[in-house]
């Protein structure tokens, strides 16, 4: 059995009676899991939906409290640390971790930001030492596979495309997803929907296709390492 850890990002909902206020990138993390779930009937879903339950920003005492070594730490530090500690329980449970986000200002919400700056801590999920040079720092974490499942609501942000310097959505989670124990990245997304035209039916349809086969492909890669 394995565990998905599905985070959602959107403070958009998916049940709104215009169909073009609900969440696109919401909509896609419920159809993975969906597709997911009938393939591996006995695997765990943990869920956050962090535009309805917004992670709470860091701030100075909690920066005190987890540099503050663990047997050191007042009752008031490891109050101040909970939420993260909850957030980092949930990680270490997840085989795949499923992320979905929009496209907000070029990058990912604050909400996202909020709950990457509460789970990153060091000797958590990273250590660092000096004696490692120029790049002190190393994850502690390893063996995750990330989905990131993204809408934007213009076009050309990958690789090649007319706003690939403006993606800072993608490469941003990329970089932080290390940290998170990542080994294998893969990303969905659809674009155009500000246009809400032909062209963003046609890329939110693609999307689902590649997202039915990317379940295909990692339920088959499960069941061969299974064998």
Request: hydrophobic fraction near 35%; aromatic fraction near 12%; include cysteine.
């Amino acid at each position: 059995m394995k565990t998905i850890l599905h985070i959602d990002s959107s403070v958009r909902r998916t049940d709104n009676s215009t169909q073009s206020y609900n969440s696109i990138s919401k909509s896609f993390g419920r159809y993975f899991i969906e597709l997911w779930l009938n393939k591996n009937h006995h695997d765990k879903v943990i869920y956050r939906d962090l535009g309805l339950n917004s992670p709470s920003f860091i701030d100075q005492d909690w920066i005190a409290a987890a540099f503050t070594p663990e047997e050191q730490r007042s009752p008031s530090q490891q109050q101040t640390l909970a939420e993260s500690e909850e957030y980092f329980t949930e990680l270490t449970q997840a085989d795949v971790i499923v992320i979905t986000s929009p496209m907000y200002n070029y990058g990912m919400p604050a909400v996202l930001k909020a709950w990457f700056d509460q789970m990153l801590r060091v000797n958590k999920t990273f250590t660092f030492d000096l004696a490692r040079g120029d790049f002190p720092i190393e994850p502690t974490l390893s063996g995750k596979t990330l989905v990131l499942l993204t809408s934007s609501g213009e076009f050309g942000f990958g690789a090649g495309g007319v706003r690939e310097h403006m993606n800072h959505l993608t490469p941003h989670i990329k970089a932080l997803a290390q940290y998170l124990g990542v080994d294998q990245f893969y990303e969905i997304g659809s674009e155009y929907q500000e246009f809400a035209d032909e062209r963003h039916q046609a890329s939110v349809e693609n999307a689902q296709q590649d997202i039915a086969a990317l379940v295909d492909q990692l339920s088959q890669c499960r069941i061969i390492r299974n064998r």
